[in-house]
């Protein structure tokens, strides 16, 4: 079955040091790969995506993922947190040859001041 | 352009009510998308329609929902007779192609009581 993995329900960092909110696929095919963000009471915004090409992408707001094929990995970073980064973070993957997007079932990003 | 539109934004009702949902997708949009939001089964995609023609309702919980787009500026989701385990937030999604990404609108959040 293709499917997203979040395997961290929430990830704690304090301001100013690095975070990485994980993210596994099990997808045949070359998928398309989604990052997206939802603050409370708001939609889905979208961060980035990784399509094809350079397996670093960079997105929005100083957030970056890494492509790893071997690893089916797309794992979310940014060098520094920000306070105003706390939110609920999506991984999402568009199997190939279809339309829809699979979505994870989220991490809560908490940066302590 | 302003996004994508939903409303109500919040909808209070009684077991039993109809309920209708409203999207007006991103113009030039060719997909829209309807998910359900809940703690217990996370982000659901309902249905979505490719230039007006629904493509997959798969996700479509039972025959109490469903789900219309009479042209390219709006959809409806519907439900009828509405139950309390109905209670989630509704999310309207457009995108310009599939896969590609998606763009959500607020949400409307449904309460039966």
Redesign the interface.
């Known amino acids: 079955a293709q499917s997203v993995a979040q395997p961290e329900d929430q990830v704690n960092v304090a301001e100013g040091n690095p975070l990485t909110v994980k993210c596994t696929y099990s997808v045949s095919g070359n998928p398309?790969l989604?990052w997206?963000v939802q603050y409370p009471n708001?939609?889905?915004?979208?961060l980035l995506?990784y399509i094809t090409g350079d397996n670093l992408v960079k997105g929005s707001y100083g957030f970056e993922a890494e492509f790893n094929k071997s690893q089916t990995s797309f794992h979310l970073k940014k060098p520094s947190a920000l306070v105003s980064d706390s939110a609920l973070y999506?991984c999402a993957v568009?199997p190939y040859n279809?339309?829809?997007?699979i979505?994870g079932?989220?991490t809560r990003l908490q940066v302590f001041p | 352009d302003a996004g994508?539109i939903q409303s109500p934004r919040h909808e209070v009702t009684e077991m039993g009510q109809e309920v209708t949902l409203r999207c007006k997708p991103i113009s030039g949009h060719d997909?829209l998308?309807w998910y359900r939001q809940t703690m217990m089964r996370?982000?659901e995609?309902l249905i979505?329609f490719?230039n007006n023609v629904p493509?997959?309702d798969s996700g479509m919980p039972e025959d109490r929902f469903s789900a219309k787009m009479p042209n390219a500026s709006f959809s409806t989701l519907k439900i009828q007779p509405s139950e309390p385990r109905d209670s989630a937030v509704y999310?309207c999604?457009s995108s310009l192609v599939?896969?590609?990404?998606?763009?959500?609108?607020?949400?409307t959040r449904l309460t039966v009581l």
């Open positions: 398309y989604f997206y708001r939609g889905l915004q979208f995506k999506f568009s279809t339309d829809k997007l979505f079932t989220g | 994508v997909y998308f996370g982000l995609l979505y490719n493509i997959d999310f999604a599939g896969p590609d990404t998606q763009y959500f609108g607020p949400g």
